[in-house]
């Protein structure tokens, strides 16, 4: 008898308890090979500190039904990375907390980073010959993941994006007798998927959002502002979305001509300011009226408009990791295979997490316009099933029920 531990890493999404509702409700649905299923309070570096809680309860008082509806990380994440070198200290440490914990089964729900740990704690167990199972469950807005056809967490975010900017592509058309632009700044640091969402807010063709820039293509400001006042012509309340990771194509972000860039504790570039400097930019050299929009947080974990579609999916795939670690597949990620578009078909598979962290899936170049403005019809294709479907989220007193540790 072997005990699953499985924690939560990185920025939350709208269905990360998904997964973990998966990976717990199948956990225990093996009682003849797994007796007790614990979580990592605050990831990897909780556990360290020796932060973890019995799961068990949360069946039994039926709290774990909320905890499927609920945003964000239920149980606490971090941004904690594994030295490089597995000759560190940090891992016999660790794999002695394993040992007295007497697991045998360990899953972390998250990005990038959280695939780096898993590839790190994976390689060092087979380097001491122990017979813990890694697997990495994908979870991330951005769906920057290789390997994988999309990510958990992808699908609501993009729902929310396309509602939202329809919201305010209304709200921009109220008044018609002068032009305006507003400009709607959407995460994507790299990779643009979640901003080439928002092509989903369309009603007809050349409805708003008319302009859409993603940091894969170099931005030209100069080419940008040509575009906004030959959109302004016939879309006098224009909306544009833009990633806030638009660059120049040679290493600079649009948002560092502003102000000073910060990094995180993985090196990242902290970015923000990319729609306020082009609302300064278009007011000074187009002088019509004009707003940006920063959707920040709440893109990333709303429950009012999550998909049913993808919390399906992140139940699965914390489901199916349990599956594939009893079946003994250590050090390898959870990866969705899609088969068909109409009708939407998709099944689970597993990919070596070597292969997988430290990467980063760019949204194609044929899927974005030649000048770079605008999205194509196949990624619409691609994207529109992985927001389908509503998902009743439990309420009281006219608001709704989130999970929280007491």
């Known amino acids: 008898m072997k005990n699953i531990i499985v924690g939560q890493s990185g920025g939350p999404t709208a269905v990360i308890n998904g997964s973990l509702y998966g990976v717990v409700t199948e956990g225990m649905a093996h009682p003849e090979k797994i007796e007790h299923v614990y979580g990592m309070v605050n990831g990897i570096e909780g556990f360290l500190n020796d932060q973890i809680m019995d799961m068990a309860p949360l069946s039994e008082n039926g709290e774990l039904e909320f905890v499927r509806t609920t945003p964000g990380a239920y149980l606490g994440s971090c941004r904690y990375k594994l030295p490089e070198d597995l000759n560190d200290p940090v891992y016999p440490k660790l794999f002695q907390k394993f040992e007295e914990k007497s697991i045998g089964y360990f899953f972390y729900i998250g990005g990038n980073d959280s695939m780096d740990t898993v590839s790190k704690l994976s390689r060092y167990a087979a380097g001491i010959n122990s017979d813990i199972r890694f697997i990495g469950v ?189 079946a003994g597949e250590t050090g390898q990620m959870i990866t969705f295979i899609r088969h068909a578009d109409h009708p939407y078909e998709l099944s689970y598979g597993t990919a070596d997490v070597n292969e997988i962290c430290n990467e980063e899936k760019a949204v194609p170049t044929e899927w974005i316009t030649k000048d770079g403005s605008d999205i194509s019809e196949e990624f619409i294709a691609y994207a529109r099933p992985l927001i389908q479907g509503n998902v009743v989220v439990p309420t009281k007193d006219g608001l709704p029920v989130f999970a929280y540790r007491k």
């Open 138 to 326: 994908p979870k991330t807005i951005d769906n920057d993941l290789v390997n994988t056809d999309h990510t958990p967490g992808f699908g609501s975010a993009a729902k929310y994006v396309a509602s939202v900017v329809r919201e305010v592509a209304a709200d921009a058309s109220v008044y018609d007798n002068k032009q305006s632009v507003t400009i709607v700044e959407i995460m994507g640091r790299h990779a643009g998927w979640l901003t080439a969402a928002s092509v989903l807010a369309r009603k007809f063709k050349g409805d708003n959002p008319v302009l859409i820039y993603l940091p894969e293509v170099a931005f030209d400001q100069d080419a940008f502002l040509n575009k906004v006042r030959e959109a302004l012509k016939t879309t006098p309340n224009l909306v544009v979305c833009i990633s806030e990771g638009i660059n120049n194509g040679k290493g600079t972000f649009i948002c560092e001509y502003a102000s000073d860039v910060g990094v995180d504790i993985f090196g990242h570039k902290m970015l923000t300011g990319s729609g306020k400097y082009l609302e300064n930019l278009v007011k000074e050299k187009i002088g019509v009226k004009v707003r940006s929009i920063e959707l920040n947080v709440c893109q990333r974990c709303s429950s009012s408009m999550l998909s049913a579609t993808d919390l399906t999916e992140a139940i699965g795939a914390g489901t199916y990791s349990v599956k594939a670690a009893l």
